[in-house]
């Protein structure tokens, strides 16, 4: 995409979040999840909006698809589970550290070239694992490895400094910045650092969901549409055994989607449809629902996302109430429903 043809950059502003879940304990609001949500047609128009989705917020590691797509562009060679891998944020499973030994191998590389930050497997069951057998953190365990080996893999391929890969000057973060701003259609409004030590982007919710849409609608063998088909095809690498992202993709055939920290996910078909959201606080209670019911008013079949309507609230080990998406997020009536 031509320069000239991007829209601004969002706006860095206080967000305007709305409440988008109820919190129902014995039929009474107990809390409220505030945050923003869009929800996108086939045709590319929004249909739904919720809260704040054009002012700038950082998409976290739901920008991965985004980044992975660069990193294709740039030449990356990957396929299948590892490219699956180079977009993840995987649980810390012997198979996520496997598939990261073998792209910094492909590379010609060790754990030792990682600039991530060291850390324990992000999946709690694993990570406990790896407490009682007295394992250190390790960058290579750190949910984000997959990436910054496919990243380092990306600048031997190309010749470019493999010590400063995370500086935003570098070669590939400019190159990964060129398409966050392609397939957004928009200008980044700020570069910070995400937790694992890489360039993050602020661009608005709304162009995260048409970043993916791109991504998951693009014509087979272009970059796009090999980071969408290996993360479809291979999706608890993407994510983990047991994660809900893997489920919900699972579930729903075509779709593409992935979390990110404090709240964040993107989903999106092939036909056009899309959902992103935002939840204020970060609560991933609140995120999973909100998401599954999103894409309800989007069109997908409410009997594919039934294992998405959230974790029940016990009182005395029993339920007795849930997180309730807000009502404007229920499916129109009438409305047909599509897989």
């Excluded at 391929?157 to 890969?165: A, F, Q, S, T, V």
């Amino acid at each position: 995409m031509h320069s000239s043809s991007l829209a601004a950059a969002p706006l860095v502003r206080e967000p305007v979040h709305a409440p988008v879940a109820h919190l129902i304990r014995g039929g009474i609001v107990e809390g409220m999840h505030y945050g923003s949500v869009v929800v996108l047609g086939a045709d590319g128009e929004v249909q739904l909006q919720i809260g704040d989705i054009e002012a700038a917020f950082y998409p976290r590691s739901a920008i991965k698809p985004v980044q992975a797509v660069a990193m294709a562009r740039a030449g990356l060679p990957l396929h299948g589970e590892l490219l699956s891998l180079a977009a993840a944020s995987h649980s810390g499973e012997e198979r996520h550290l496997a598939g990261t030994r073998r792209i910094l191998e492909l590379a010609g590389l060790t754990e030792e070239h990682l600039r991530n930050v060291p850390d324990m497997p992000f999946d709690p069951a694993v990570r406990d694992a790896w407490i009682r057998e007295g394992r250190a953190p390790s960058r290579l365990a750190q949910n984000c490895s997959g990436k910054h080996a496919a990243m380092l893999y990306t600048c031997a391929l190309n010749g470019w400094p493999l010590e400063d890969y995370l500086d935003p000057a570098h070669p590939l973060q400019q190159a990964i910045a060129e398409i966050v701003e392609d397939l957004t259609g928009q200008r980044i409004a700020r570069v910070t650092v995400d937790g694992c030590g890489a360039p993050l982007f602020a661009i608005s919710l709304h162009g995260l969901a048409r970043a993916t849409v791109r991504i998951v609608s693009a014509a087979p063998g272009t970059p796009e549409a090999r980071v969408a088909d290996a993360m479809r095809e291979h999706a608890e690498m993407a994510s983990g055994s047991g994660r809900d992202v893997a489920a919900l993709m699972r579930a729903v055939p075509g779709l593409l989607s992935k979390d990110g920290f404090e709240g964040v996910q993107v989903a999106a078909l092939p036909d056009g449809r899309a959902v992103a959201v935002k939840i204020a606080d970060g609560a991933n209670r609140a995120r999973v629902p909100v998401t599954a019911a999103a894409l309800g008013r989007a069109g997908v079949d409410p009997e594919l996302l039934t294992g998405f309507a959230g974790e029940p609230l016990l009182g005395g080990g029993r339920e007795v109430g849930r997180v309730r998406p807000v009502r404007s997020l229920e499916p129109l009536a009438g409305a047909a429903v599509r897989a």
